[in-house]
């Protein structure tokens, strides 16, 4: 009952958001192959393959979140055996190769924000200046992070900086200039908990960067620099990657196979649905726009692509479960019909 409270004082906060929860049936939804010749593969809400487009680089990445990442009309999709990322850009009905961008590192996550595309590597982060569409090949500065031992797991722009977790149990920021370039060396998050096993997944909005410490079964919030606050996943475990939509905090729970809700505000994360959605293998990316969810999972030797709708109370219902994808595709993201 105190939850529902909760959504009845929040859900009017997000008028607009909560208006446009329909499933947009002209969104376009994507992951990459993630083979020696990296493909972009786009698919429709309906889960039907309606487009295959080389990356013209070589995949190869695994156990990181954020190898693709969409702005508006761009996606940029990460080549970790070529150093470079790929960007495409949505004209009409479907998506076209506008660039490649090469990185001093084997990228990991990419992440658009303050006028700049950001790139993790193994070793560093980089930050790369945008006009319009428009990407620069050179980097306008850069910064080696705390550990660069290999484990680079994401990526995410906060308010005026960076926020980069490395699985090997640091969490840092990096601070950003005032037009939007790196400026500065990485720096350790305060108040990071004891237990702290396996930093890896976020999602930010404004100041505040929710990130998942995998195997200590808990998510915390990240604000300033300082975790303000951890709350544990209950009963699923290893909550992987976020996805974070008004008021509703959906992670991707793995080896749970599942899908958990939780409601957010202030410092607070409370969990209000352990399992909203299962799925057919371990998840390894979830993405939020255009009133679906889509999530990539791994089981054995292949993929799978599933689609949920999300209604005004954060509840989940799958649309359509794509085909099969062989081997083990990277990352997830929705390009919107609007864009």
């Given at each position: 009952?105190?939850?529902?409270?909760?959504?009845?004082?929040?859900?009017?906060?997000?008028?607009?958001?909560?208006?446009?929860?329909?499933?947009?049936p002209?969104?376009?939804?994507?992951?990459?192959?993630?083979?020696a010749?990296?493909?972009?593969?786009?698919?429709?809400?309906?889960?039907?393959l309606?487009?295959?487009?080389?990356?013209?680089?070589?995949?190869?990445?695994?156990?990181?979140?954020?190898?693709?990442?969409?702005?508006?009309?761009?996606?940029?999709?990460?080549?970790?055996?070529?150093?470079?990322?790929?960007?495409?850009?949505?004209?009409?009905?479907?998506?076209?190769?506008?660039?490649?961008v090469?990185?001093?590192?084997k990228?990991?996550?990419?992440?658009?924000?303050?006028?700049?595309?950001?790139?993790?590597?193994?070793?560093?982060?980089?930050?790369?200046?945008?006009?319009?569409?428009?990407?620069?090949?050179?980097a306008?500065?850069?910064?080696?992070?705390?550990?660069?031992?290999?484990?680079?797991?994401?990526?995410?722009?906060?308010q005026?900086?960076?926020?980069?977790?490395?699985?090997?149990?640091?969490?840092?920021?990096?601070?950003?200039?005032?037009?939007?370039?790196?400026?500065?060396?990485?720096?350790?998050?305060?108040?990071?908990?004891?237990?702290?096993?396996?930093?890896?997944?976020?999602?930010?909005?404004?100041?505040?960067?929710?990130?998942?410490?995998?195997?200590?079964?808990?998510?915390?919030?990240?604000?300033?620099?300082?975790?303000?606050?951890?709350?544990?996943?209950?009963?699923?475990?290893?909550?992987?990657?976020?996805?974070?939509?008004?008021?509703?905090?959906?992670?991707?729970?793995?080896?749970?196979?599942?899908?958990?809700r939780?409601?957010?505000?202030?410092?607070?994360?409370?969990?209000?649905?352990?399992?909203?959605?299962?799925?057919?293998?371990?998840p390894?990316?979830?993405?939020?726009?255009?009133?679906?969810?889509?999530?990539?999972?791994?089981?054995?030797?292949?993929?799978?692509?599933?689609?949920?709708?999300?209604?005004?109370?954060?509840?989940?219902?799958?649309?359509?479960?794509?085909?099969?994808?062989?081997?083990?595709?990277?990352?997830?993201?929705?390009?919107?019909g609007?864009?």
């Amino acid at each position: 009952m105190q939850i529902r409270r909760i959504f009845k004082i929040l859900l009017p906060l997000v008028g607009a958001a909560s208006a446009a929860l329909a499933a947009d049936p002209d969104a376009l939804i994507v992951t990459a192959s993630n083979t020696a010749s990296n493909q972009l593969l786009v698919y429709n809400p309906t889960g039907q393959l309606v487009q295959t487009l080389a990356t013209k680089g070589q995949g190869g990445v695994s156990g990181n979140a954020g190898g693709i990442e969409v702005n508006g009309s761009l996606v940029a999709v990460v080549n970790y055996g070529s150093n470079n990322v790929s960007l495409f850009e949505r004209i009409g009905d479907g998506l076209h190769l506008a660039q490649v961008v090469p990185t001093v590192t084997k990228p990991v996550s990419v992440a658009f924000g303050s006028g700049h595309l950001y790139v993790l590597g193994a070793t560093q982060v980089e930050s790369h200046w945008m006009f319009g569409p428009f990407v620069s090949s050179s980097a306008d500065g850069a910064t080696k992070l705390l550990l660069g031992d290999g484990s680079a797991a994401q990526v995410v722009v906060a308010q005026n900086q960076l926020v980069i977790t490395e699985k090997s149990n640091v969490v840092e920021t990096v601070n950003l200039s005032s037009d939007g370039a790196i400026s500065g060396s990485a720096t350790l998050v305060k108040n990071i908990p004891a237990n702290v096993n396996a930093p890896f997944g976020m999602f930010a909005r404004g100041n505040d960067a929710y990130v998942t410490i995998a195997h200590a079964n808990e998510i915390s919030l990240v604000r300033n620099g300082t975790v303000l606050t951890v709350t544990p996943s209950g009963t699923q475990m290893a909550p992987c990657w976020l996805a974070l939509e008004g008021p509703f905090l959906f992670s991707s729970n793995s080896p749970s196979m599942s899908i958990s809700r939780y409601a957010v505000y202030g410092q607070k994360i409370v969990q209000d649905a352990a399992v909203a959605a299962t799925l057919n293998g371990d998840p390894t990316d979830i993405a939020y726009a255009g009133g679906m969810i889509a999530v990539i999972d791994g089981s054995g030797s292949v993929t799978h692509l599933s689609m949920f709708s999300v209604d005004e109370d954060g509840n989940l219902m799958l649309m359509q479960a794509a085909d099969t994808i062989a081997g083990a595709a990277n990352g997830v993201g929705i390009v919107r019909g609007d864009q």
